[in-house]
């Protein structure tokens, strides 16, 4: 499969909520496909400092690609969003926000690509609470839209096949690709390879 040149916008996106036991994942939910996806920004957080020495020696190393913050706008996240990520409480026919537990869960998206699409999850991610942005339309007729956006913070974490993972992407004819939107992908066995 050739490497795709260019890459275009957010196609789908949803989420997956997740069961754990002692930190690591032991099941993944369905996924619950959010409409209205506008964008989404990801940023692999550096952490190449975190590494502790000790005995003339590295004692513990954390580096690497352990964490990313996640910025997604959406028109208008739905109440299934609300309720199950964010802790929103059912109250009189709406919905209402108090100290309601925020869950953690598996984040999912798919691009255009000039060759197709990817297709790419984070596994273990926790939510800001919504920001929402509303204008006035203006009187020239000139139309804008309210949007709303969360920060998505994602973290690698051990998965039911014990292996440990932050994130998974395929691309068009990968072997996963036709079944990826019925459910969370992650591998069974370590299969790594390194250039």
Same mark, same amino acid.
């Given at each position: 499969?050739?490497?795709?040149?260019?890459?275009?916008?957010?196609?789908?996106?949803?989420?997956?909520?997740?069961?754990?036991?002692?930190?690591?994942?032991?099941?993944?939910?369905?996924?619950?496909?959010?409409?209205?996806?506008?964008?989404?920004?990801? #940023?692999?957080? /550096?952490? =190449?400092?975190?590494? &502790?020495?000790? +005995?003339?020696?590295?004692? @513990?190393?954390?580096?690497?690609? !352990?964490?990313?913050?996640?910025?997604?706008?959406?028109?208008?996240?739905?109440?299934?969003?609300?309720?199950?990520?964010?802790?929103?409480?059912?109250?009189?026919?709406?919905?209402?926000?108090?100290?309601?537990?925020?869950?953690?869960?598996?984040?999912?998206?798919?691009?255009?690509?000039?060759?197709?699409?990817?297709?790419?999850?984070?596994?273990?991610? #926790?939510?800001? /609470?919504? =920001?929402?942005?509303? &204008?006035?339309? +203006?009187?020239?007729?000139? @139309?804008?839209?309210?949007?709303? !956006?969360?920060?998505?913070?994602?973290?690698?974490?051990?998965?039911?096949?014990?292996?440990?993972?932050?994130?998974?992407?395929?691309?068009?004819?990968?072997?996963?690709?036709?079944?990826?939107?019925?459910?969370?992908?992650?591998?069974?066995?370590?299969?790594?390879?390194?250039?």
């Amino acid at each position: 499969m050739a490497d795709g040149k260019t890459q275009w916008g957010l196609k789908k996106m949803g989420f997956s909520k997740l069961t754990k036991a002692n930190k690591a994942i032991t099941a993944f939910g369905e996924i619950h496909v959010q409409i209205g996806a506008i964008t989404v920004n990801i #940023t692999n957080d /550096d952490s =190449n400092a975190n590494r &502790q020495a000790a +005995d003339d020696g590295i004692h @513990y190393d954390g580096s690497g690609a !352990s964490t990313a913050t996640i910025e997604v706008t959406c028109a208008k996240f739905d109440k299934w969003f609300k309720t199950n990520i964010l802790g929103y409480f059912e109250d009189g026919g709406g919905l209402g926000r108090g100290r309601g537990e925020k869950a953690e869960f598996c984040f999912i998206g798919e691009t255009n690509t000039d060759q197709g699409s990817k297709r790419f999850l984070f596994y273990d991610c #926790t939510s800001s /609470d919504i =920001n929402e942005s509303y &204008q006035t339309n +203006d009187v020239d007729g000139n @139309y804008t839209f309210a949007e709303e !956006s969360v920060t998505l913070n994602a973290k690698i974490v051990e998965l039911p096949s014990t292996l440990e993972r932050l994130y998974w992407e395929c691309e068009s004819g990968a072997a996963e690709y036709d079944t990826f939107w019925n459910e969370v992908y992650y591998p069974q066995t370590e299969t790594q390879t390194k250039p």
